[in-house]
C-alpha cells in the first residue's frame, strides 16, 4: 500500500452504498475495481455515479477540484470477483444478508492478495462472525459508510474480535484519506448508529400503524420537531425498507429485547414488495 493508502482498492456490490464508496475512492485519487455479477447493475451505477459527480462539481463540492472525467478513469467495472487479485484492501458492500457476505468473505479470502485487508460495510452484521469465514480474521475489519456515501461526512469503524492494530491503523488512514470523520463501535449488533436509528424508524411504524398519525405528519412533527433533514418514515424509504426490516431482525434476534420487535407493517411492506424510492413504492409513491 502506498503512503499507507491502498494502490488498488475493491468495492464488491455496486448497490447505491458500494458505488458511492468506488465513487468516493476515485474522487479521492485511488485506482478502484467495482465488481458486481450484474452487468445491468453496473451501468446503473456508472450512470448514478457520473449524476452525482456532475452535482457536486457543479457546486464545486469535488475535492480539490477533482474532474469527474479523470474520477471516472479510476473507475474499473468488473462481473468477475478476479479482477481483485491485485487488490491490497476489498470493501465488501453487498445486500444485508449474513451467508452471503459469509460467501463473499470466503470467495475474497481465496482471492485476494495475503496482505489485503477485507473490510465489510455491513449495516449491523457480526465482524466477528464474518471475519472467521477466512483464514485472516485478523485482516478484517468494519467500514460502514452512510448513505448517500458521496455526502455523507461519517464513516463507522468496527473492530472485530481478532481485528489487528495494523489493519485497525490501515482503515482509520483510509477513511481520514476518504474526507471522512470516523466514529469508533465495539462489535454489537447494530453497532452505534443503526442502534439507535433504527429503533427511531420502527417505532414511528408503530406509530402509522396506531394512526397516532398519518405518514406526512410522523415526518413533519419529526423533521421540523427534531431538526432533521428527513422524516423517519422518508429516511426508511431512502435507505430501503427491507434493509430497515434485515437490521431491525439482527438487532431483535441478538438483544433480545421486544423493544427491537420488527413493526408487523413494516414486514408487510416488505413482504409486497414495497421497498422504499428504489422499488417506486414505499410509505411513500414514487412513480411520478
Ligand atoms: N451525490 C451528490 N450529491 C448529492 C447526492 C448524491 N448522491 N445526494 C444529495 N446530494 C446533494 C445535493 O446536490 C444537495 O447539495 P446542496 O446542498 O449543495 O444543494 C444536497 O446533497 C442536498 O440534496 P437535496 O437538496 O437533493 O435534498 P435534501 O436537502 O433533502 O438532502 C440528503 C438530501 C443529503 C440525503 C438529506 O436529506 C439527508 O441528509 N438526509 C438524511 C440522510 C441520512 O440520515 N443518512 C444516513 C442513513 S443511515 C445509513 O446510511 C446507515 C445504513 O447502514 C442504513
Given at each position: 500500500m502506498a503512503r499507507g493508502l491502498p494502490k488498488l482498492l475493491g468495492v464488491v456490490g455496486a448497490g447505491q452504498m458500494g458505488a458511492g464508496i468506488a465513487q468516493v475512492a476515485a474522487t479521492c485519487g485511488l485506482q478502484v475495481v467495482l465488481v458486481d455479477r450484474a452487468a445491468s447493475q453496473l451501468e446503473r451505477a456508472a450512470e448514478g455515479m457520473r449524476a452525482s459527480l456532475a452535482r457536486l462539481a457543479a457546486k464545486g463540492r469535488l475535492p480539490g477540484g477533482a474532474d469527474p472525467d479523470a474520477v471516472l478513469a479510476r473507475l474499473q467495472p468488473a462481473?468477475?470477483?478476479?479482477?481483485?487479485?491485485?487488490?491490497d484492501y476489498v470493501v465488501e458492500a453487498v445486500p444485508e444478508r449474513e451467508a452471503l457476505k459469509a460467501d463473499v468473505f470466503r470467495a475474497l479470502d481465496s482471492l485476494a492478495p495475503p496482505h489485503a485487508v477485507l473490510a465489510s460495510n455491513t449495516s449491523s452484521i457480526s465482524i466477528t462472525r464474518l471475519a472467521a469465514a477466512t483464514a485472516r480474521p485478523d485482516r478484517v475489519v468494519g467500514l460502514h459508510f452512510m448513505n448517500p456515501v458521496p455526502v455523507m461526512g461519517l464513516i463507522e469503524l468496527v473492530r472485530g474480535m481478532q481485528t489487528s492494530d495494523e489493519t485497525f491503523e490501515a482503515t482509520q488512514r483510509l477513511a481520514t484519506h476518504l474526507g471522512k470523520t470516523t466514529c469508533v463501535s465495539l462489535d454489537?449488533?447494530?453497532?452505534i448508529v443503526n442502534r439507535i436509528l433504527m429503533p427511531m424508524i420502527n417505532e414511528a411504524f408503530f406509530a402509522l400503524m396506531e394512526g397516532v398519525g398519518t405518514a406526512h405528519d410522523i415526518d413533519t412533527g419529526m423533521k421540523l420537531g427534531t431538526n432533521q433533514p428527513m422524516g423517519p418514515l422518508t429516511l426508511a424509504d431512502f435507505i430501503g425498507l427491507d434493509t430497515c426490516l434485515s437490521i431491525m431482525r439482527v438487532l431483535h434476534d441478538n438483544?433480545?429485547?421486544?423493544?427491537?420487535r420488527p413493526c408487523p407493517l413494516l414486514i408487510q411492506y416488505v413482504d409486497a414488495g414495497w421497498l422504499g424510492k428504489k422499488s417506486g413504492r414505499g410509505v411513500y409513491s414514487y412513480s411520478s
Open positions: 462481473t468477475e470477483l478476479e479482477a481483485l487479485a491485485a487488490a454489537r449488533p447494530g453497532f438483544l433480545g429485547d421486544d423493544k427491537y
